[in-house]
């Protein structure tokens, strides 16, 4: 019997991530048809995918720690975790043009942060603590502001009356629940806002039921994406799950036995990776039978 091969209804680039990209090859290719030295530079990581960012890189964007090190004269891409006011506005008195990649789901987010500190609220982000859209959202606001990433770090926490509660764009939905849940027994007044991409989502919720349906999941992204590891995390409550950066990774014996494998990858995934996995995992089976797959509308 042939090996069932079976992809997420959803998976791989976000608009979000995708925007960010066509900006960042926009400007490399304006620089190119100027024939001038790349001066295209980006604080982190422009999206959490080391392949993606190696072809970048060798296209010429250039990869520097902090604000500090972008030269006077360069273009500076702010990727689409979002960065601080304050260093954009640092940026920009350094004589540096300013791209914003930032997502339009983690404008949103800074937007509401900003409102309901300024509304004297006690603001409570559920996120991952080391993570750039959280870092960034901190910094931007910098006192009042609690990050939380399970229901678990609310005990012994001290907040005022007033809670305004917010989500890191990428966040688990049911853990988002949870801390809302926990929160609203100590709570006299809240206000609670589901700041979760919807892109995150239907994401989940299709990792989730794919998983429901198949002997293996294969999960696809970088090991650092806080996205990717959310779908490895849910599909690993329901089936066993490997999770990959790209296909040199599976193994004869991760599929040996198996009838039936799931597809899904992170938001910072491009569906060339996604075909290479899926061509392994044939190459490895034995099997030349096309996979089941849905279009990817968002």
């Known amino acids: 019997m042939a090996l069932i091969i ?7 680039f976000c608009e979000g991530v995708k925007r960010a990209i066509d900006l960042t090859e926009q400007a490399l290719s304006n620089q190119s048809l100027k024939k001038q030295k790349s001066n295209i530079t980006v604080v982190g990581e422009l ?11 060798n296209r010429g964007l250039q990869i520097v720690s902090s604000v500090e090190e972008v030269k006077p004269g360069s273009t500076l ?13 640092k940026a920009k008195k350094k004589g540096i043009e300013i791209i914003d990649a930032t997502c339009v789901k983690v404008k949103r987010l800074h937007n509401i942060t900003r409102i309901l500190v300024e509304q004297g609220y006690d603001v409570v982000l559920v996120g991952d603590h080391n993570h750039a859209e959280v870092e960034a959202i901190v910094e931007s606001v910098q006192d009042n502001i609690t990050v939380v990433s399970t229901p678990e770090e609310l005990k012994d926490k001290k907040f005022s009356k007033k809670i305004g509660v917010i989500a890191q764009t990428t966040q688990s ?17 809240m206000k609670i806002y589901n700041t979760i991409c919807n892109a995150s989502i239907l994401r989940q919720n299709a990792a989730a039921s794919l998983s429901r349906e198949v002997d293996l999941m294969v999960v696809i992204g970088g090991k650092h994406s806080a996205n990717t590891n959310r779908l490895a995390e849910i599909c690993r409550k329901n089936v066993e799950t490997i999770h990959i950066e790209t296909g040199d990774e599976i193994l004869p014996e991760n599929i040996k036995g198996k009838k039936s494998i799931g597809i899904t990858a992170g938001a910072s995934t491009p569906s060339w990776i996604v075909d290479k996995v899926e061509e392994k995992i044939r190459k490895l089976s034995g099997s030349h039978n096309p996979s089941k797959k849905v279009k990817n509308t968002l």
């Open 47 to 57: 999206i959490h995918n080391k392949q993606v960012v190696s072809e970048l890189q």
């Open 77 to 89: 891409i702010v990727r689409s975790h979002g960065m601080p006011k304050a260093h954009i506005d």
């Open 6 to 12: 079976k992809r997420a209804k959803f998976l791989g």
């Open 173 to 189: 939905e049911q853990n988002f629940i949870d801390v809302v849940t926990n929160l609203l027994k100590i709570s006299r007044e």
